[in-house]
């Protein structure tokens, strides 16, 4: 089996730009950013979330809290993944108990590391709202789980991958649309 | 890079990089001790089977605890009123646990190897929650997590174990652990606990040295160990209780001859006024509790990585890595 790339589907620019018009939908659908804060799902939802939280800086000159949570533990699939995911430290540095927080991941497909998150979010306390942004949002839900901040929403076949490259990770910058061919 | 576990039989035959390996994947669980909600579905319809052969009050709550946060199930055999009273055999009774279907066995056995011989003769993946004389792998693991935590670092530390040596399958482990990432060891108690042999457990090129007096032990330490005495064993060749505290005991005094941060570590149960004194076992430089608590995370991070990869992938028979 091979893998690949059909099209690219945003620059470094564009994710730039989508990251700050997230930002600004955030602050302004929430009232500001007051009780507000960021969750990071592991890996990629990780620089994302302290991108946009630093956008947020230039618009309302406020620190936003951000945390970063590891899901491995939550997940519903670990006998099905062939390698064992190794596990990582989450990193969530304030209490969540009457939070405002949206969780912040790359690519929005089955919904089931968002409802994994929110059973990791839970065990922390009780928030008093959650919402999701995530950078693609590409269909294919097995979970009644949405979005309520979208970069950009892209038609995909279940043969197809969504890779959301960042500079943090990856070395290089942009989202590409890859294909398994058998 | 991960490594797959098949067994946890003893530390002897990990690397160095392995048991980092195990310490890292254990933070995320000592995260979990401080969780409001400590309880996770990460295991839900997996079974672990403890089968303690041998009396046990802490590692057998702490491994059951462990088992409980990771959501897993557990069944239970105590040697008090296990059928190994009525006289069925070792492999019997594993067997018959076996047939249950769990998915892993934590086992502790008064008889050095048998968690081996039943890791041998099983297709299950063995747990070793302490054998005779010979490993007690989680209790390594709980101290290197404490000692890591506190220091930073387990290269070239200077540890001090105190007490029974001989007999101490503690002591063991610690060894082979603490030896691997080049500390410098010693070893003091009463000459018939120290035997010459146990120098042979370090690995080639870690100094394990043997003292008789204590205050040349303690010089320099960054972290003393100090194991239980077994009342039992002072009858072995005479050696009074009162001689034991007078030559022996940890105090404050001596623990001035140790570095000034030193910590002070006990397996438990500790024995205040035996072999430390009650005001070094509640000082600021003991660890005692810590331990405990690292055991929780230690022991869920091992059941989590060998239950999860038995289910994952076909299992190899050792410890080997991928």
């Known amino acids: ?182 | 890079m991960p490594f797959r576990f098949g067994h946890m039989l003893g530390i002897e035959p990990l690397s160095a990089e392995e048991i980092l390996f195990l310490l890292d994947q254990s933070k995320p669980f000592q995260e979990i001790q401080r969780h409001p909600l400590k309880k996770l579905a990460t295991l839900r319809g997996k079974t672990v089977a403890l089968a303690f052969f041998e009396p046990s009050t802490r590692t057998r709550i702490s491994f059951a605890t462990a088992a409980a946060r990771l959501g897993a199930d557990q069944m239970n055999l105590q040697a008090e009123s296990s059928s190994l009273k009525k006289g069925e055999s070792l492999l019997d009774t594993v067997r018959t646990l076996d047939a249950m279907k769990p998915d892993c066995i934590v086992m502790r056995h008064s008889s050095s190897g048998a968690p081996d011989f039943v890791s041998r003769n099983l297709p299950l993946p063995v747990i070793n929650a302490g054998d005779g004389t010979h490993e007690h792998p989680t209790q390594a693991l709980l101290d290197a997590l404490t000692i890591r935590d506190r220091r930073g670092t387990l290269d070239g530390l200077n540890v001090t174990i105190l007490g029974d040596i001989l007999h101490s399958r503690v002591a063991r482990s610690n060894i082979h652990l603490l030896s691997k990432f080049g500390c410098h060891i010693t070893l003091c108690g009463p000459p018939m606990w120290v035997p010459r042999e146990i120098e042979c457990l370090a690995t080639a090129g870690s100094a394990v040295r043997r003292v008789t007096r204590i205050n040349e032990a303690l010089e320099n330490a960054d972290v003393v160990m100090t194991l239980r005495v077994q009342q039992e064993r002072l009858h072995e060749p005479a050696l009074s209780i009162d001689e034991y505290i007078l030559q022996y005991q940890l105090t404050p005094e001596r623990l001035r001859l140790a570095k000034p941060d030193a910590l002070v570590m006990h397996p438990g149960p500790m024995v205040r006024g035996l072999e430390i004194d009650p005001a070094v076992a509640d000082g600021p430089q003991s660890c005692v509790l810590e331990q405990v608590t690292n055991g929780l995370a230690v022991r869920m991070a091992l059941l989590f990585l060998i239950i999860g990869a038995e289910t994952s992938s076909e299992r190899d028979s050792s410890h080997a890595a991928d």
């Open chain 1, 1 to 182: 089996m091979r893998i690949v790339e059909k099209t690219q589907l945003m620059t470094a620019t564009e994710i730039d730009r989508t990251v700050q018009r997230l930002a600004h939908e955030i602050v302004e659908k929430s009232g500001g950013t007051s009780n507000l804060a960021l969750i990071g799902i592991r890996r990629r939802g990780v620089p994302l979330a302290k991108r946009i939280a630093q956008a947020m800086r230039g618009i309302d000159g406020v620190d936003v809290p951000v945390g970063i949570l590891d899901i491995t533990l939550y997940r519903d699939d670990l006998s099905k993944v062939a390698a064992q995911p190794v596990l990582q430290s989450s990193d969530i540095p304030f209490t969540v108990d009457d939070k405002d927080l949206v969780l912040v991941d790359d690519v929005l497909y089955t919904g089931r590391t968002i409802r994994a998150a929110m059973n990791g979010l839970f065990d922390l306390g009780r928030p008093k709202r959650v919402r999701l942004c995530v950078l693609i949002e590409r269909g294919h839900r097995e979970l009644p789980i949405e979005a309520s901040f979208i970069g950009r929403g892209v038609q995909t076949s279940d043969t197809e991958i969504i890779e959301v490259r960042l500079n943090e990770i990856d070395q290089e910058e942009r989202v590409v649309l890859v294909e398994r061919v058998p």
